[in-house]
């Protein structure tokens, strides 16, 4: 079974500059999320899909960062404009159903430096 | 107070040595407690997995909680330098997100 595929691994920008991060999850997966794992710091969940529909978004800086996952598969994480704290790593995690008890899959992860 | 709490290290043993990880949270709502191994560069991947109080045994690594405390270890027998890597605590509860810690780096020397 393939796992959750993160692209790309690494990604360098300038403050200001826009980017995004792209994450296809285990195929059946109805449950998507992405966390923001900051240097020293255990993952923090930004937004979590059921499907193509928001469960929770509830510390997504929504005023830089933008999340979408059109037909309930693929995702894409956006981010405009970049501030230097958004350096970090960018998982993106699936599971079957989005109970509290369903296991997370999680990718490698996007590495991205804010310069 | 974060809702979570471990201790960074890193905790470096000798192998073969027993390992306790540990960690402490403040919410007393939680009922989901796991532990997720993290390797460099890679994404954290579910180790043990444990519901309420009790205990739990898988293999070499045993999960521990004791929810009067407010408390969680993870107990590594003879550690193997392939069990080096950084351990996230996590917990949930029905209806919540999941919370993780920051993590404790073990480094296992051959």
């Known amino acids: 079974e393939a796992g959750v595929a993160q692209s790309p691994r690494y990604k360098i920008i300038e403050k200001r500059q826009s980017v995004a991060f792209w994450c296809n999850p285990i195929?059946?997966?109805?449950?998507l999320y992405w966390y923001q794992q900051i240097l020293g710091q255990g993952p923090k969940l930004l937004i979590q899909?059921?499907?193509?529909?928001?469960?929770?978004d509830s510390q997504l800086p929504k005023d830089r960062f933008s999340a979408e996952r059109l037909k309930g598969v693929d995702s894409t994480l956006k981010i405009q404009p970049a501030k230097l704290e958004d350096s970090a790593v960018y998982l993106c995690?699936?599971?079957?159903?989005?109970?509290?008890?369903?296991?997370?899959?999680f990718g490698p992860g996007t590495r991205l430096t804010v310069l | 107070q974060k809702e979570v709490e471990q201790d960074p290290g890193p905790l470096s043993v000798p192998e073969g040595a027993i390992v306790s990880l540990n960690c402490t949270y403040s919410?007393?709502?939680?009922?989901?407690f796991m532990w997720y191994r993290q390797y460099s560069r890679k994404g954290p991947e579910l180790l043990m997995y444990?519901?309420?109080?009790g205990n739990k045994e898988d293999g070499r690594f045993t999960a521990q909680v004791d929810k009067s405390s407010k408390y969680i270890s993870l107990f590594i027998r003879d550690s193997q330098p392939s069990d080096s890597a950084t351990y996230l605590c996590?917990?949930?509860?029905?209806?919540?997100?999941?919370?993780f810690g920051a993590g404790t780096r073990l480094f296992v020397k051959a």
């Open positions: 995690a699936s599971s079957l159903v989005p109970s509290s008890t369903d296991t997370q899959y």
């Open positions: 195929s059946g997966h109805a449950t």
């Open positions: 899909f059921q499907n193509n529909g928001v469960v929770d």
């Open positions: 919410n007393s709502a939680f009922q989901y």
């Open positions: 444990t519901y309420s109080s």
């Open positions: 996590a917990m949930s509860a029905m209806g919540f997100k999941t919370i």
